[in-house]
């Protein structure tokens, strides 16, 4: 592909010898960290594969991650900073937004066929970006080793070597086998992509950095890349909203101030899963994450039905896997069930998908714990979101959902939102709820109440302000290893 120089602020990406070496983190701290010198950043990511999605100010959507990456910077999200957002709804298939809107959907083999299309939506995105900024730094997606994929790519060296930007590779030190991952990336890709790669950063690192330093020499003699960096582990990584799925794996610390316990339901399609991440951050709130496989537990007083990109399939599989006999216990015990967009859907009379949006056209049973129905339909409603809760409480956040839900238990809202509207519905005992509301816990006001409904006592954080302060201690964490001055001249 012939390289063509675009004008506008210098740039720089970072790829990764894997998913989850912390390519997401890192743009993130360093984004607040120019940011904080005084200089315009913009983060980017050309193609992004999560079901964990933002809403942007002009109605788009967006990977979760440069939504985060963008408030590093201090910047709005745009649709720009994500042009091709990639949504699973199968094994092999994908829902394809293109700056901001569905463009198609397709399977895995068919998509390969489509990136040189998309590969100029991504090209104009990214002039868009460096036209208004000093500093645009670019996320690359999965391992820049799948040499399997270099065909078309978009996402790693093929944009690169596109829009001729230098490349720093990031390994992850924690997961075992950094050397070998550095140097095997340099072994297998093509020399001309090698030769876009200025540095490396060897990310994760735990204990005595002077014992990795004979580490550090021996990939750069081997690869004849620059070392950059070797971050330590930076613990409050968990802080900040999380965008791949392989994050719902990660061990949680211990809460022994723990005085209430929430099952979370982690279906195969499930999105937006963020929506977890104020509940964990609580001292007094235990978060159980409950798999296919696993019981449900008999001691929760609350069961969240989370996002899903596939919701019938994913109320199949709550099914298999007993999670709709547990659940009736649960309710017949007195708990409390809240299900979020996709999971509210299930907690219906019935889910139909008479077109096939979102999987083979079907009609399902739902839980039928409140009285509404629900047909999926083309249309996308993204919006930013506010208003007050039946209970009162005011709340702030987004709605990003195909499909339309109805019937008698509308008459009972979970919520009034800012227009009138109703959001949502509420069983006739109070216990179950359905929303379409994403971002509910992160409103400290939303939150608090919900831990005071479950008996958990007053909200100790500030949701917000916490994240907030994870940034500026990430920027510093990064400034503290990684020579800002030495990236900032790399960048082209």
């Known amino acids: ?216 020499a021996r990939i750069a003699q081997a690869t004849g890349w620059e070392p950059l960096g070797l971050v330590p582990h930076f613990a409050d990584a968990g802080l900040l909203p999380a965008e791949d799925a392989l994050a719902l794996d990660h061990a949680r610390p211990a809460k022994p101030a723990a005085r209430v316990r929430i099952a979370v339901l982690v279906l195969p399609h499930i999105a ?53 006999v547990d659940i009736g216990a649960h309710v017949r015990r007195g708990g409390h069930v809240l299900g979020l967009c996709g999971g509210y859907q299930m907690l219906g009379r019935t889910i139909a998908d008479p077109a096939g949006h979102e999987g083979p056209p079907g009609r399902v049973a739902g839980l039928g714990l409140i009285d509404v129905a629900t047909v999926l339909d083309a249309d996308k409603r993204l919006t930013q979101a506010s208003g007050t809760t039946a209970d009162g409480q005011p709340f702030a956040g987004y709605e990003i959902h195909m499909g339309a839900t109805d019937g008698p238990d509308r008459a009972r809202p979970f919520a009034r939102l800012a227009d009138g509207s109703p959001d949502g519905a509420v069983s006739a005992d109070g216990r179950v709820r359905g929303t379409y509301i994403h971002g509910l816990f992160a409103d400290d006001r939303q939150r608090g109440a919900w ?8 909200s100790t954080v500030s949701y917000e302000a916490q994240v907030e ?10 400034a503290a290893c990684i020579d800002l001055d030495r990236l900032l001249a790399l960048a082209q």
């Open 272 to 324: 937006n899963f963020d929506d977890l991440d104020p509940l964990d951050a609580e001292p007094a709130v235990e978060l159980v994450r409950v798999k296919p496989g696993m019981a449900l537990p008999g001691d929760v007083q609350l069961v969240i039905l989370p996002g899903s990109k596939a919701t019938i399939a994913d109320m199949n599989a709550l099914r298999a896997a007993g999670f709709d």
């Open 451 to 458: 831990l005071a409904r479950l008996g958990a006592g007053a």
């Open 1 to 216: 592909m012939r390289q063509t120089k675009v004008p506008g602020a210098r740039a720089i990406m970072f790829q990764g010898t894997g998913s989850d070496v912390g390519k997401s983190v890192i743009v993130a701290g360093l984004a607040r960290a120019f940011t904080s010198r005084g200089l315009r950043v913009r983060p980017f990511k050309p193609q992004n594969m999560s079901n964990n999605a933002a809403v942007t100010a002009d109605g788009g959507e967006i990977g979760r991650a440069q939504a985060l990456q963008a408030r590093a910077a201090r910047v709005p999200p745009s649709v720009h900073m994500n042009p091709v957002l990639l949504k699973p709804q199968s094994e092999t298939g994908a829902q394809i937004v293109v700056q901001g809107r569905v463009f198609a959907t397709a399977r895995a083999a068919d998509y390969q066929g489509l990136k040189p299309e998309l590969m100029r939506f991504v090209r104009d995105s990214f002039a868009q970006l460096r036209a208004e900024a000093d500093l645009v730094l670019v996320e690359g997606a999965g391992s820049a080793s799948e040499v399997n994929l270099r065909t078309n790519d978009i996402a790693n060296m093929g944009f690169a070597r596109a829009v001729d930007l230098p490349v720093v590779l990031i390994g992850d030190i924690d997961r075992g086998g950094v050397i070998a991952s550095l140097v095997g990336t340099r072994a297998v890709i093509d020399p001309a992509d090698a030769a876009l790669i200025r540095g490396f950063i060897v990310n994760k690192f735990r204990g005595d950095a002077a014992l990795f330093a004979d580490g550090m």
């Open 469 to 478: 302060a994870t940034l500026d201690r990430l920027a510093a964490h990064l």
